[in-house]
């Protein structure tokens, strides 16, 4: 139970005290009246003993009465009733009203109570601490918590109690409610006073002992009558008084009479001066004990209104009868916990409905407890002689009386047993034993209906019993009640019994030093026997409080819980209620506390509060327990108690506390049923719309539906335009695609390069990556920059928790703006601070007022369904129409629900239109939720990472600023499949639409390779185009070949620049000077600007990647405003294609030293040969026919092809599918030209036509797609390919002392070939049964001599795993040249004739002149050994070849300059006819500064054959 604030013994003292009737007179009364008191009441603050009493037992001991309280009242008296064990309605009534207007105190010292590991709050803080829309609630527990006081107080029940208690009807089987003294009051003005306490002393004697009144009962028939004589001191003759006083005293004698002087002053003197009133706390007592029939009743303040507010018509939807004196509810067959009212009956609103109804409260009645001042002519020792009287009073009157009459009851009672009850007992005793047997109360006959006379032996043992328990006689008066006990049981009296039973155990436990243990059995028994066999509740009621106050100051909480439940009934709601609530505090105040059992039975309490009428202690109840049901997962409860705490604050005119109730079973997880839901929405917009309509303030917060903030998107810009007719529009960004991190870094790369490019190679240090669409993945830290006529649209992402459909009307975008002028000096800008913002709020409260969209232009949604548990997108635009700041703040809408809970369609014009609770189905409210994004959290320095704290998120402050060109890109006859290296001819338009003119356009691309918008910069010769070319609309430029030319023959030879098609380009390495970043592309407008309104179309090469399969491919165009100086520097447009490429052809080409002399005009140029290999591997899928190897060109700065050199029945080069094809071409050096140290140097096409038409591949797109060709050929390159290329900036020869890199290098390039190999063809595809010619070109770069090359490039190889290396490299050793690098630094021809004749008869020895030509292929003095010495061995070259020998200088010594040619001549001696091998000279050759390097043997040629013919 709840700590109470007296002790369980001061508890049981206050309930059991003498009582003492009064009878006044009425000038004594009208006396008192002046006080606004009667006599009874003047006395009742001072009827409590501060002094101790003393008084003798029966064995002449003396003992001591301490803080002895006596009842003084007023006689009243009724005709005989029955005696009922049933309340009566004033008796429910006044209870009711008791507990009503005992609530707990606002603001007072908080209670908390620490059970495990919950902090209960119980206290009227509580109530804020527990329920939903107390936002701080764990603080205030925290800080309750330390708190000292650590038991919770229950007024209400302690007033309950007490008034119960005192209001108890007197009985017949007990005397404690019974008068023992009986004071006549008569005033000193009387004329004889004498005479009239003759009067009142008969009328006393007549109403006791005529038979006429059972009540007022009376102790004993010598009631002790005590005469008081009362004066006004302020009007009466204190003399007389005084010798009226001393006539009563020989009369009465001075311990039978009184005189008490009252009134010492006037009223209106009183008025002046602030006198303690001491009455008022009793006032209300008063009425409880007031034993008229039907007395007023008396309504202290207007909270029985508050809490009943239905009237009389209906209390939450059912028909109410009265029960406690106030309307309840008839739900007596329902269960505890349901539901007031079922959800899905149609009237679950009415009772709401009803409440709503503005009441007017009844007047308040006046009585006793109006706001009137008591005892204003009493002053404060008026007080102290009524005070002293009542001293008087006790201890010269009330104890001696009773301690005579204790006497006088003992001696009978010894003497009585001495006789009759001596003999019984030994009956008893001879018969059957001395102890009576108890019997259960199912074996005693119900003889309830027994009475004794009042002259009976045991009524005299309860008397005396009754008046040694008044006077703490306990030990006395337990003997007593315990032998009563045994005489009423013997006699199966069990009305007497049980009252026997109850106070033997109360004097059990009252007794000083506790000699035996409380028996709680005898107050079980005496319960049972009260509420079965008596069918009193009062008695039963009684036997409960006072035997579960004994159990819990015993800390026998389990024991009292278990009581007062069993005390709970459906005959009075009030008394279960708080009955429970007791119990409930017993479960939290055990040793281990049972937390749930005391929120289970707190809101069994608040039912049967709920049930009583009590409203304000249901509320409290349910927030009580809803401490322990909160967040553990329990939702239905939780579901249940906020439903409840809903209803009761909507009906207690709360309706703020109910709306959020209300809101939190909406906003969790419900696991209700879709047509509890539905009854959960309905009323919580009913309710909601009756606070909305009471004050009319800002749009509150919705719960419904809810909104993943941090899911919101924006997107700056138009939506793109779809496409036209056989226009491809560009993809850019949109709200349909996915974010992806690794696509958002390839796109900020690209536009910082094309950035560096527009910016002379430097990256702005303000740079900042242009973001069209923002999300929680985007960095939102800046503020981002739109555009003013441009749209803003916010995506929002709405989910439905519910089972049940939601309907949004009218819904948009609340958004605050801050007017700036961008276009400003900058010193005046900072004024715009003080610029006042505008906001929509206010239009937007109102649903379909015009908004403000002279400022920005807000869309409105005017329906959005939600279907049960369904997560929806939601897209709203804004169109800012001035320039400034931008904040959205959040959506604005109508929540309603639909009709039914099945329906999936909804008229949401008539729901939002709707208005009043005409009905509960169309109800609308509107509404508003903020769009709260938090921040990604900051984790840089030491601070943050050890706190939690988060960055801004400004994705919803955009800057509106000044108006910028705005481009659209429409593609034309774009391809969505090609052929590897195929060439396709496209159209590409640009478009302004905006009203600022636009300029530097540029575009960057991932595949710089697969797409040239062609070179202007370069002239066509003016050579008439082929017929054919128009005919198949060929992408190429294309010659007729002269008329007899041969297919093959002598290449044509063009010079260009690689600048030439590389400016804006730089793939090779940066280009010329003034060219962009890599990959980088300026498109060409007509005047470099393309002005608001007008759009350009240009052609665009495309080219298929060389790789088969499917590539995505990206484009970003790059352009800026004619207007310097805005706010966004530059804007881009994404593009992104996929293009699925198909296999064409391989090509393979190696390049060979060539073993014969070159022509006179080439010697020092050299030649070489080219083996081209082309392989179909096309698959048939693709449809193609054939291919035709139209042209092979080539380009290089060092070689060209000159001559295709295949047998002529070869030239014919139709590749079906997998056929494979050889040609073999030569190549020569290029000439030198004469140009300048600084120029560019020069790439040498040269073509050679394998058809009917020669292609320039030195135009676009050719030599276009050659630049751009795939540039990882380049670093697949070996690291000496970057000398290579720079060779021509070295001199010719390296000097003396060259280091070992620049001899490495020097030795390799006598093997590397810089010639790149342009394979040209065309291929036969069948298309809707019309043939189709495509065409295309293949690129195959040579490197290296006898290495060959190929068009594709190989798959890389898993790159294995790297061990860490945690210490720095040693570099690598300097590389030496290889042998097979050094074997070819000389290159050998033998010249001499094919036969020869000689006449070996005549002559024995033949002599044949040979020239031994020797070529330098470095760049470098070699010095070269010729050794002739050496002869073949082998005898299987011995036997095919014959053996000779050379004549003369055998070793030759020599220096070749750099790629010069020497020629040696030698002469050869052969004895006999034969075919002989001339191939044996030996040649050795070293760099001529390296000496220490060993000569090497170089590659010999073939075998030179000769053959010796015998001319006889």
């Known amino acids: 139970m709840a700590q109470c604030v007296q002790s369980v013994q001061e508890f049981i003292q206050d309930s059991f005290v003498p009582m003492v009737a009064v009878l006044c007179s009425e000038d004594a009364e009208k006396l008192t009246r002046k006080n606004n008191l009667n006599f009874s009441e003047l006395l009742r603050p001072f009827c409590r003993l501060t002094s101790e009493g003393h008084m003798r037992d029966p064995n002449n001991q003396v003992q001591v009465v301490k803080n002895l309280r006596i009842s003084v009242n007023n006689v009243v008296t009724r005709p005989s009733v029955p005696a009922s064990g049933v309340p009566g309605h004033a008796h429910r009534r006044l209870l009711s009203e008791v507990v009503l207007t005992c609530q707990p105190a606002e603001g007072g010292v908080a209670n908390v109570i620490t059970a495990g590991d919950y902090d209960l709050n119980i206290s009227d803080r509580s109530l804020k601490a527990s329920v939903p829309w107390y936002s701080d609630w764990r603080d205030t527990l925290t800080e309750l918590s330390t708190s000292k006081h650590y038991t919770a107080t229950t007024p209400w029940f302690e007033a309950y109690r007490e008034s119960f208690l005192q209001s108890m009807p007197a009985s017949d089987h007990e005397f404690l409610n019974h008068y023992l003294a009986c004071l006549l009051v008569v005033s000193s003005s009387e004329a004889v006073p004498v005479e009239k306490f003759l009067k009142l002393s008969q009328e006393q004697h007549r109403i006791q002992h005529s038979g006429e009144y059972t009540n007022p009962k009376w102790f004993i028939p010598n009631t002790l009558k005590y005469y008081v004589l009362l004066h006004d001191m302020s009007q009466g003759d204190e003399q007389r008084a005084d010798s009226v006083y001393e006539d009563m005293k020989q009369r009465y004698g001075a311990q039978g ?23 008022s706390q009793y006032l209300h007592k008063n009425s409880l004990q007031s034993q008229d029939e039907d007395p007023a009743p008396v309504v202290v303040n207007n909270t029985a209104v508050e809490n009943n507010v239905g009237g009389t018509s209906e209390v939450d939807g059912h028909d109410s009868e009265e029960k406690d004196g106030v309307l309840v509810n008839s739900l007596d067959n329902t269960h505890p916990l349901q539901l007031d009212t079922p959800s899905d009956t149609p009237g679950s609103l009415d009772a709401l409905r009803a409440v709503a109804v503005e009441t007017k409260p009844p007047p308040i009645a006046t009585g006793v407890a109006a706001a009137t001042s008591h005892g204003a002519c009493l002053t404060l020792n008026d007080h102290d002689r009524i005070r002293l009287f009542i001293q008087e009073f006790t201890f010269r009157g009330l104890l001696p009386h009773i301690e005579k009459n204790i006497r006088q009851l003992n001696d009978q009672l010894v003497s009585r047993k001495g006789l009759s009850r001596s003999l019984f007992s030994a009956t008893k005793k001879w018969f059957g034993g001395g102890k009576v047997p108890e019997k259960s109360i199912a074996e005693l006959k119900n003889t309830s209906g027994l009475l004794y006379p009042p002259e009976a032996p045991e009524l005299q043992i309860r008397k005396m019993a009754d008046l040694c328990f008044l006077v703490q006689l306990y030990d006395l008066a337990y003997s007593c009640y315990h032998t009563a006990k045994k005489d009423f049981l013997s006699d199966q009296a069990m009305l007497y019994a049980a009252g026997a039973l109850e106070m033997a155990a109360v004097s059990a436990f009252l007794q000083v030093g506790a000699p035996r243990p409380y028996p709680a059995h005898y107050m079980d028994t005496a319960i049972q026997t009260y509420r079965d066999v008596s069918k009193n509740m009062i008695l039963a009621e009684r036997c409960a409080l006072l035997s579960a106050e004994v159990l819990k100051s015993q800390a026998k909480y389990s024991d009292a819980a278990t009581l007062l439940i069993k005390m709970t009934s459906e005959d009075s709601d009030l008394r279960s209620a708080l009955l429970l609530e007791q ?38 109840c349910y927030c009580q327990a809803m401490q322990v049901y909160k967040g553990k997962g329990w939702s239905l409860a939780e579901d249940h108690i906020n439903f409840t705490i809903g209803r009761q604050s909507f009906t207690l005119r709360q309706p703020e506390n109910a709306v959020t109730a209300f809101r939190h079973i909406l906003t969790n997880d419900s696991q209700q049923t879709s047509t509890q839901q539905g009854a959960f929405l309905r009323e919580y917009l009913y309710v909601y719309k009756n606070v909305t309509g009471a004050c009319e303030v800002a749009l509150p917060q919705l719960p419904l539906p809810c909104i993943n903030s941090s899911a919101t998107r924006v997107y700056f810009g138009h939506e793109r335009r779809l496409a036209e007719g056989e226009k491809q529009a560009a993809t850019h960004v949109s709200l349909d695609q996915e974010f992806d991190r690794d696509l958002a870094a390839m796109w900020q790369d690209l536009e910082e390069q094309v950035v560096a490019a527009a910016k002379r190679g430097v990256v702005p240090a303000t740079f900042q990556p242009t973001q069209c669409c923002l999300n929680s993945q985007t960095d939102n830290l800046r503020f981002p920059l739109a555009v003013v006529e441009e749209p803003i649209i916010v995506e929002v992402v709405f989910r439905n928790p519910l089972k049940v459909p939601l309907v949004l009307s009218d819904l948009s975008l609340l958004w605050k703006f801050t007017l700036k002028d961008f276009n400003r000096p900058q010193p005046q800008e900072d004024s715009v601070g003080d610029a006042v913002a505008i906001s929509n709020e206010k239009e937007a409260s109102v649903p379909r007022t015009p908004q403000k969209d002279d400022v920005i232009a807000t869309e409105v949604i005017p329906e959005f369904y939600l279907s049960p548990e369904e997560t929806k997108l939601a897209r709203l635009k804004l169109l800012p129409h001035q320039t400034g700041q931008l904040n959205i703040l959040g959506l604005v809408y109508n929540l309603a629900s639909t009709s039914s809970t099945g329906d999936t369609t909804i008229n949401s014009t008539a729901a939002s239109q709707s208005e009043g609770p005409s009905a509960a189905e169309g109800t609308s409210v509107r509404g508003r939720q903020d769009l709260e994004i938090q921040g990604p959290r900051l984790n840089q320095t030491k601070e943050e990472k050890t706190s939690v704290s988060h960055g801004p998120d400004r994705r919803l402050d955009p800057t509106i600023t000044p108006p910028m060109p705005l481009l659209e890109v429409f593609f034309l006859q774009f391809p969505t499949a090609l052929l590897c290296g195929e060439i396709r001819k496209a159209y590409v338009e640009f478009c302004n639409v905006s009203r600022v003119t636009l300029c530097g356009l540029r575009v960057a691309s991932t595949h710089p390779d697969f797409f040239t918008f062609g070179s202007s910069s370069l002239a066509t010769p003016l050579t008439p185009l082929s017929p054919t070319s128009f005919e198949n609309c060929s992408a190429y430029k294309t010659l007729a070949t002269p008329p007899g030319a041969t297919p093959g023959s002598v290449a044509a030879v063009t ?34 600007t393309l002005k608001p309104g007008e759009s350009t179309q240009l052609p665009l090469w495309l080219r298929g990647p060389d790789q088969e399969g499917v590539h995505e491919i990206h484009f970003l165009f790059y352009y800026e405003s004619a207007e310097q100086g805005g706010k966004i520097s530059h804007r881009v447009l994404r593009h992104t294609v996929f293009i699925c490429a198909s296999r064409s052809l391989s090509v393979r080409a190696t390049a060979c030293r060539s073993n014969t002399l070159p022509e006179e005009e080439e010697e020092r140029n050299g030649s070489m040969l080219v083996f081209v290999d082309v392989e179909n591997i096309n698959s048939s899928e693709a449809g193609v026919r054939e291919f035709h190897i139209a042209q092979v060109s080539s380009s290089s700065k060092q070689w060209r092809l000159h001559k295709c050199i295949n047998p002529a029945e070869d030239k014919d080069c139709k590749l079906t599918s997998r056929e494979r094809g050889k040609l073999c071409f030569r190549a020569t050096r290029c000439k030198p030209l004469q140009v300048p140290l600084k120029a560019v140097e020069k790439y040498t096409f040269a073509d050679l036509s394998l058809g009917n038409e020669l292609i320039i591949t030195s135009t676009t797109p050719c030599a276009d797609f050659f630049f751009r060709r795939c540039q990882p050929l380049e670093s697949l390159r070996p690291p000496v390919a970057m000398e290579t290329q720079g060779r021509h900036s070295r001199s010719q020869g ?23 190999i342009i394979i040209l063809w065309k291929a036969f595809v069948v298309e809707d049964n019309k043939q189709v010619i495509l065409e295309g070109q293949l690129h195959v770069a040579l490197q290296t001599i006898d290495k060959e090359a190929c068009s594709l490039t190989q798959k890389e190889e898993a790159q294995e795993m790297v061990l860490l290396k945690f210490k720095p490299e040693l570099p690598p050793p300097m590389t030496r040249p290889s042998m097979e690098q050094l074997s070819h630094l000389i290159k050998t021809n033998l010249q001499y004739p094919e036969s020869y004749s000689h006449p070996f008869n005549q002559k024995s020895l033949c002599m044949v002149p040979v020239t031994l030509t020797l070529s330098n292929c470095s760049l470098a003095q070699v010095d070269v050994i010729i050794d002739l010495r050496h002869k073949t061995t082998s005898p299987e070259s011995l036997e095919v070849h014959g053996s000779f020998t050379w004549l003369g200088q055998t070793q030759f010594k020599l220096q070749l300059g750099a790629q010069e040619v020497m020629r040696v001549q030698l002469q050869a001696c052969f004895l006999h006819a034969g075919v002989y091998n001339l191939g044996t000279p030996r040649v050795f050759a070293k760099l001529a500064d390296q000496g220490a390097m060993c000569e090497t043997s170089q590659q010999t040629a073939t075998p030179a054959l000769i053959i010796i013919i015998n001319s006889t």
């Not at 400016?1063 to 005047?1087: A, F, Q, Y």
């Not at 390296?1294 to 790149?1316: F, M, P, S, T, Y």
Request: some cysteine; proline content about 3%.
């Open 1055 to 1088: 010079l260009v620049s690689e600048g030439d098609f590389g400016s804006g380009i730089g793939l090779r390495g940066g280009g010329v000077s003034g060219t962009g970043g890599k990959g980088i592309t300026e498109i060409p407008l007509g005047e470099g």
């Open 583 to 620: 119990a409930a505090h017993c479960f939290i105040n055990m040793r281990n506390p049972m937390v749930r059992k005391f929120a289970f039975h707190m809101i069994l309490a608040g039912h049967r509060f709920s049930k009583a009428g009590q409203k304000r202690h249901a509320l409290r």
């Open 257 to 279: 009479c009184y005189l008490l002087k009252v009134n010492s002053r006037t009223a209106a003197a009183g008025a002046d001066e602030q006198i303690p009133d001491p009455w």
């Open 1294 to 1316: 390296v000097g003396h002392g060259g280091g070992a890199k620049d001899i490495a290098g020097v030795v390799r390039k006598c093997n590397e070939v810089d010639l790149d």
